[in-house]
């Protein structure tokens, strides 16, 4: 199984990847549900745990990367009455610069991406509040954030937004099997409220149209999370805010989206269809109220 992780420069790939790997180590999902996802290198453990310290500890935010890096999970599921686990989840975080650069390098790496879609499981793209916050009309806006943003950014986060439409347009054009993708809103506690968050989220499904059109045949889910509240990035690249990496704030649903969607397009290799059925169903339950899902333009059930 491999994920493909993208998103632009600062859209928070590196933070919610170390975030999500404290809180998925063994994490208590209610309902007699239980997730555990480790690395197999002990090296991109030991990464991965010092990367979240500094922020815990040195209230400092990781750099971001400037090279494409991949991970090699295992992940454990277990309800009241099933289990399930896959010994090998591989995770490409694609570098944020190949999506939007216009470098030789970056069309390479925006080729191997296209080239890789035929083994990968889920496209996950991240875009953060910031940018969907610029991207949006000052009326959708809440009335503390109008009149911050420039004609420049608002353009610029609008295409940031879009990229990933434009990638995959002429495969969706040519009706070229897509993976599943999940868009993920971050940062989501820069919205000031549910209304204004709601307004940016259909913005950002405006901007992707394509990929919830009716009869796109792709299966999209959008969901959002955050690492805190009130969190800002402060002199020296320091953390402003709190903290807060509970399940509260949906780190947990991207890669649970991930593993469901494998479970799902993978389904018939699974010899115990009884027990598949009771992961399935019990994921399904921790989705409610954090997710929406659109299968084939149309939603199947949505974000509270």
Not at 271 to 289: E, L, Q
Request: charged residues 25%; hydrophobic residues 40%.
């Amino acid at each position: 199984m491999k994920i493909s992780i993208l998103g632009v420069s600062r859209s928070g790939k590196t933070c919610y990847i170390s975030a999500m790997s404290q809180v998925l180590k063994n994490c208590n999902l209610g309902n007699g549900c239980r997730v555990s996802l480790k690395t197999n290198d002990i090296a991109k453990q030991l990464e991965l745990d010092n990367n979240f310290m500094s922020m815990a500890t040195e209230r400092e935010w990781p750099k971001g990367t400037d090279t494409t890096t991949s991970y090699d999970f295992r992940i454990h599921f277990q309800s009241q009455d099933a289990s399930l686990q896959l010994s090998s989840l591989t995770m490409d975080d694609y570098r944020g610069g190949m999506l939007n650069g216009m470098g030789k390098q970056d069309k390479i790496d925006r080729d191997s991406f296209i080239e890789s879609l035929s083994d990968t499981a889920v496209i996950t793209f991240l875009i953060d509040g910031t940018t969907v916050l610029n991207a949006m009309d000052e009326l959708d806006k809440d009335a503390t954030h109008r009149g911050e943003t420039q004609a420049s950014e608002k353009l610029a986060a609008i295409n940031e937004i879009s990229i990933m439409e434009n990638i995959l347009y002429q495969r969706i054009q040519n009706k070229t099997d897509i993976p599943p993708v999940l868009i993920v809103i971050t940062k989501s506690d820069v919205f000031a409220s549910k209304e204004e968050l709601n307004n940016g989220i259909s913005l950002v499904k405006d901007l992707l149209s394509a990929l919830f059109s009716f009869g796109n045949r792709l299966f999209v889910g959008i969901t959002t999370v955050s690492l805190g509240s009130g969190l800002d990035k402060g002199d020296n690249n320091s953390i402003i805010g709190q903290l807060d990496i509970s399940t509260q704030n949906n780190i947990h649903i991207p890669m649970l989206f991930a593993f469901y969607a494998y479970l799902d397009a993978e389904y018939e290799i699974f010899p115990d269809k009884t027990n598949t059925d009771k992961v399935m169903s019990a994921i399904r339950k921790v989705f409610a109220g954090k997710i929406s899902f659109y299968d084939n333009g149309k939603e199947a059930f949505s974000i509270d």
